[in-house]
């Protein structure tokens, strides 16, 4: 189910490296799955998106990879920026309902 | 092109207080609709959803409701408001067919005070 009341965990990488955000789905019936940025008082922003009959698809310094076998998702982001320090969510649908994660704070340190 | 209008971004109300938060959504037809709460630090939980004109789904039980008194329009609204009501509210939108994905307003800050 949705994950309330959890708070978020935390990564925290150095400028220019590579950030590696995890997830891990529940339903293996779930057929899309998309990536969300949320900066501080702001709503969440679509960044990327896959669905499952793919295990990896890329877009600008992003790259979403989904294992169905142990339904586990992951954001990489390349070359991380101060601009990328924001609450990422992962979310998954199989039907009508989405389901969120609960989170990752991404700090990044310049 | 699509876009959703969430007002106002910040509300401060006192206990006991009534409530009302606008959500408009423009460039679609038929979207579905929802409310998500998010509590400082945490992740986002649904509050209502409709998919239709009048047609509301609770989730969780709450001092909250719903209306869609058009198709693209959502009301959240409250009789009498709760500390425990603040929060950051969110409306989304999505259409069925266009890969499921949402798009968030910009969020409503409520505080009670």
């Known amino acids: 189910g949705e994950s309330v009341g959890l708070h978020l965990p935390t990564l925290s990488v150095q400028e220019g490296d590579n950030s590696i955000i995890n997830c891990a789905y529940s339903?293996?019936?779930?057929?899309?799955f998309i990536w969300y940025k949320q900066e501080s008082g702001k709503g969440p922003q679509f960044i990327i998106d896959?669905?499952?009959?793919?295990d990896k698809r890329q877009g600008q310094r992003v790259t979403v990879l989904l294992n169905k076998t142990v339904k586990h998702l992951s954001l990489q982001i390349a070359a991380t920026q101060p601009g990328d320090s924001a609450v990422y969510f992962c979310?998954?649908?199989?039907?009508?309902?989405?389901?969120f994660g609960a989170g990752t704070r991404l700090f990044v340190k310049a | 092109s699509q876009t959703i209008h969430q007002w106002p971004a910040t509300l401060v109300q006192p206990v006991g207080s009534p409530l009302s938060l606008e959500c408009t959504v423009e460039?679609?037809?038929?979207?579905?609709l929802y409310w998500y709460r998010q509590a400082a630090g945490r992740g986002l939980q649904l509050l209502f959803y409709?998919?239709?004109?009048?047609?509301i789904s609770s989730e969780v039980p709450q001092n909250l409701s719903a209306s869609r008194p058009q198709d693209r329009q959502f009301i959240l609204s409250s009789k009498k408001l709760l500390l425990s009501d603040s929060g950051f509210y969110l409306c989304?939108?999505?259409?069925?067919?266009?890969?499921?994905?949402?798009?968030f307003g910009s969020g409503t800050r409520l505080t009670v005070v």
């Open positions: 896959i669905r499952s009959n793919m």
């Open positions: 989304a939108w999505s259409v069925i067919g266009d890969g499921y994905g949402y798009t």
């Open positions: 460039g679609t037809s038929n979207p579905n």
């Open positions: 409709s998919v239709g004109i009048g047609q």
């Open positions: 979310a998954e649908t199989g039907g009508f309902k989405t389901i």
């Open positions: 339903n293996s019936a779930s057929d899309y």
